[in-house]
């Protein structure tokens, strides 16, 4: 108890000195305080890209396989054109693009395939009861919702008779059901995408994940989307297929002449899908899938290469590395604020030391021992660290929040990040704070009274 109550007092004297020096102590802290916000905020921005692309791995579904086509370059086009007298003999060979007969045939014909399929996309709009909004309309195979791990919130997916026949069903997200349904049950309800009237078969969950470069990895922005059979989707919206290559041209199929309205959409893109997406049955299985899948869509587009196939999961654990070294410079970065603000501390209280001579002095000479002059500085040192720790903790979580609010990139502040940099501010100051007053207790008290 005595001895506790010894050092109490050199710790009560170390509180009187911040205290009698508010300016001083509070620029001795700056550095702490600026060190540790910077730390917790970039440890959170880290934290937030990390949580998003274990998100994305997520709803990209395991063993996933993407077949994605090319599309034709106005460049190569022009090459083409002037180098077309030196190739007048040879026949340009020609492919129908990615097609429902490639999704078919992959799924049929490749053993390892569990899931498939295919995906069209188009930007549209919904109409229902006077209201109109822009959405996405995907079409896409009963199967799309397992492959994507996208449960319903409620009502079914399409069924075998629905897709086969491209009847007028769909499958709306949640931002979908929140702007046309929010009064009403939306199953067995109808909306117009476009033009034509599509039954309501059920809802999907929402998604809270924030979905960057989707393209790339395969993942669709579910909440805004409506989902109708990729055959509804050709046969009463969109078949690029039947897109005619030259403007002005047309021709007739009994009785009926149809017209190209689309010239550019032609020669951009002539690829009746946008996407198939596989799941592999095993992770074993991927590569020799994707040699064979290449191997046989090659044959298929008449050895025309206008096709890439790609395994998400593995683009996204290469950006995921990417971003975890990424986020251990930031911390070092940010760490070196904390190593300043600890400089920092050391050099003020050698400048403080130096002003306290004769106090020291004074103090050694009615019986201060110099185990109490160590802690009395030492505490003083830590105590600015630690308050400094305490002010940076609250200032990194303010500044995560306003990231996200006014970037909309995730940060997630994680109690880890709070411990260590609390932890690191105290010692910091524990560190930098001991030399100075190792210093302050090996002066001679003779000396120190005597000191100008």
């Not at 300016?23 to 970039?42: D, E, K, N």
């Not at 007969?101 to 188009?122: H, L, T």
């Not at 055959?231 to 002449?257: C, D, E, H, V, W």
Request: net charge neutral; aromatic share 6%; with cysteine.
């Amino acid at each position: 108890m005595r001895f506790l109550k010894r050092y109490m007092h050199d710790i009560r004297i170390a509180v009187e000195s911040i205290l009698s020096n508010k300016l001083r102590s509070v620029l001795t802290a700056l550095g702490i305080i600026f060190g540790v916000a910077a730390v917790i905020s970039m440890m959170a921005i880290g934290n937030g890209a990390q949580q998003e692309i274990l998100e994305q791995i997520k709803m990209v579904g395991v063993n996933n396989v993407i077949i994605s086509p090319i599309l034709p370059q106005e460049e190569d086009e022009e090459s083409s054109d002037e180098s077309g007298s030196a190739d007048a003999g040879q026949k340009k060979k020609f492919s129908k693009g990615l097609t429902m007969a490639d999704a078919d045939a992959v799924r049929n014909y490749v053993p390892s395939v569990k899931v498939m399929s295919p995906e069209i996309s188009v930007n549209s709009f919904v109409i229902q009861n006077g209201i109109r909004e822009q959405a996405k309309l995907v079409g896409v195979s009963r199967e799309f919702f397992q492959l994507y791990d996208l449960p319903l919130e409620k009502g079914l997916v399409f069924d075998e008779h629905q897709e086969e026949n491209g009847l007028a069903v769909c499958i709306i997200g949640a931002n979908i059901r929140s702007r046309f349904f929010n009064q009403i049950e939306p199953i067995g309800q109808y909306i117009k995408v476009g033009d034509v009237w599509l039954k309501v078969l059920g809802v999907l969950e929402r998604s809270n994940v924030s979905i960057t470069g989707h393209q790339q990895t395969g993942v669709n922005v579910i909440n805004d989307n409506v989902y109708v059979p990729a055959k509804t989707m050709l046969m009463r919206f969109k078949n690029r297929a039947l897109t005619l290559p030259s403007a002005g041209t047309s021709i007739r199929r009994g009785r009926q002449t149809i017209v190209s309205q689309s010239v550019t959409d032609t020669k951009k893109n002539y690829h009746q899908l946008d996407r198939i997406v596989v799941q592999v049955q095993e992770t074993e299985l991927i590569t020799p899938t994707v040699e064979l899948l290449s191997r046989m869509l090659f044959r298929r587009h008449s050895e025309v290469m206008d096709f890439e196939i790609t395994v998400p999961e593995l683009l996204l654990k290469q950006q995921q590395r990417t971003k975890e070294i990424f986020n251990i410079v930031l911390g070092a970065i940010a760490s070196i604020s904390l190593l300043v603000g600890g400089i920092g501390i050391m050099n003020i209280m050698f400048a403080s030391v130096m002003e306290r001579i004769k106090e020291i002095g004074t103090r050694m000479a009615i019986g201060a021992k110099k185990k109490d002059i160590v802690v009395q500085f030492l505490s003083e040192a830590v105590l600015i660290s630690v308050t400094g720790g305490i002010i940076g903790v609250i200032l990194g979580v303010i500044a995560s929040w306003l990231i996200t609010k006014f970037s909309g990139i995730l940060t997630i502040v994680s109690l880890s990040s709070i411990l260590i940099s609390f932890l690191v501010s105290a010692t910091v100051g524990i560190i930098f704070g001991y030399s100075p007053a190792k210093r302050a207790s090996e002066r001679d008290p003779i000396e120190s009274l005597r000191y100008e």
